[in-house]
């Protein structure tokens, strides 16, 4: 029986191992998913237990994205460009890293019919969500981006023709296509709270918001009532962990798989 495990700090909120266990009911795989709370100086020891074979496959989540690129043989271009590590496979007695939130955010917007070649786009906060979210968009062409930060002098890289932005520069933009909120704000418990503030509401087509719990924030629903387009994060967030089960298995799987955890875990989630 396989058995992969999501590595971090703090990990009772998760929804990981529910998302893997379903896939392994779906896709009838028998395998284990293992919740691995560890201190940082318990992760090379880990690490050894991978590359030994006692894991085939680990998810690394905050605070360790970062933390664990020291120890791998391997990073995939698209971890280097983000500058983090979320999927982990050995092979050939050789660990290597990958980012699959990169690729969950690309299918966010593929199953919404988005298309972000030539569009305006809107980026709040500049965290580790944030830069995949921004790769994502450079290499699909978006003709200008904006990411709003509340950090003076950010260190976060964007084009030449992008601009980091305080968030009281909101206000002035226009003609967006798509606003995407990568702050956690509005998020579970605190779910009355918002990113942007009543003057802040500019005009877009489109709205992600990649929390997923609430299903709907004040963030989403304010822009609902405007008839702009909205999405929850729930489907990056299955997404990006399907994109783990395809590298660690070396399969490519459809999105009926997707859509089908979508329903049993917005069962649990939702109720």
């Given at each position: 029986m396989k058995k992969f495990g999501l590595l971090g700090e703090k990990l009772k909120h998760s929804f990981s191992k529910e998302i893997h266990e379903i896939f392994f009911g779906l896709t009838n795989k028998k395998a284990s998913y293992d919740i691995l709370e560890k201190k940082i100086d318990?992760?090379?020891?880990?690490?050894?237990?991978?590359?030994?074979?006692?894991?085939?496959?680990?998810?690394?989540?905050?605070?360790?994205?970062?933390?664990?690129?020291?120890?791998?043989?391997?990073?995939?271009?698209?971890?280097?460009?983000?500058?983090?590590?979320?999927?982990?496979?050995?092979?050939?007695?050789?660990?290597?890293?990958?980012?699959?939130?990169?690729?969950?955010?690309?299918?966010t917007l593929e199953l919404n019919n988005i298309n972000v070649e030539n569009t305006k786009v809107l980026v709040l906060g500049t965290g580790g969500a944030a830069k995949s979210v921004y790769n994502v968009l450079v290499d699909n062409c978006a003709e200008k981006i904006y990411i709003a930060t509340i950090v003076e002098n950010d260190s976060f890289e964007v084009r030449q023709k992008d601009r980091l932005i305080h968030y009281s520069e909101i206000r002035n933009l226009k003609s967006l296509d798509l606003i995407v909120n990568c702050t956690p704000v509005g998020m579970y418990p605190e779910f009355n709270m918002c990113p942007l503030r009543d003057e802040d509401f500019?005009?877009?087509?489109n709205l992600i918001d990649i929390i997923y719990n609430p299903e709907e924030t004040i963030l989403m629903k304010r822009y609902k009532e405007k008839g702009t387009k909205v999405e929850n994060g729930l489907m990056m967030l299955i997404s990006q962990g399907i994109k783990s089960e395809e590298i660690w298995n070396d399969e490519k799987y459809d999105t009926e798989i997707l859509e089908e955890i979508q329903k049993h875990l917005s069962k649990k989630l939702y109720k």
């Open positions: 318990e992760i090379p020891e880990l690490l050894k237990e991978l590359r030994e074979g006692k894991y085939d496959g680990i998810n690394v989540t905050i605070p360790y994205k970062i933390e664990v690129m020291r120890y791998l043989d391997e990073v995939s271009s698209i971890a280097k460009k983000i500058g983090a590590v979320n999927t982990i496979t050995c092979k050939d007695g050789k660990l290597i890293g990958d980012n699959s939130d990169y690729y969950g955010f690309l299918k500019i005009e877009t087509k």
